[in-house]
């Protein structure tokens, strides 16, 4: 999905030296338009730790976890498609990914550094007018 375009991004001002880590949150968020209601409609998403998925002020769907490691590891190693297309509209629309990192327990350390646990997200969406191949 998305032709290899996906990349982590990370929040603004972090380094490898910004601590805690542990449980720390933003938001990303990125608007685009729509000609007309597409056919097809997906965010295409890995996180670590854990993503909520908003689109036009409206929940799509959440991956990983801040409390269970397993949960956190599936969503960071494999990537999770959410179907968007019932909450776009045509014209402006809106993406927020709220993320989480986890606990310090996930990294095995306490007041970690991003460095010893670091947190990301990354994303991609497609929209196609015709039925998807």
């Not at 982590?8 to 972090?14: F, G, H, L, T, Y």
Request: with cysteine.
């Amino acid at each position: 999905a998305c032709n290899g375009q996906a990349k982590w991004i990370w929040a603004p001002s972090v380094t490898d030296e910004s601590a805690p880590a542990e449980m720390a949150e933003y938001y990303f968020v990125t608007h685009f338009s729509v000609s007309k209601r597409p056919a097809t409609a997906l965010v295409h998403l890995a996180v670590d730790d854990q993503a909520e998925v908003i689109v036009n002020g409206t929940a799509v769907g959440t991956v990983g976890s801040i409390s269970d490691y397993n949960l956190a590891r599936a969503a960071h190693h494999e990537a999770t498609t959410m179907d968007i297309k019932d909450a776009l509209i045509t014209g402006q629309n809106t993406i927020t990914i709220h993320a989480a990192n986890g606990t310090g327990g996930f990294a095995a350390c306490e007041n970690c550094a991003y460095q010893q646990n670091p947190a990301g997200v990354v994303a991609c969406v497609d929209v196609w007018y015709k039925q998807s191949p």
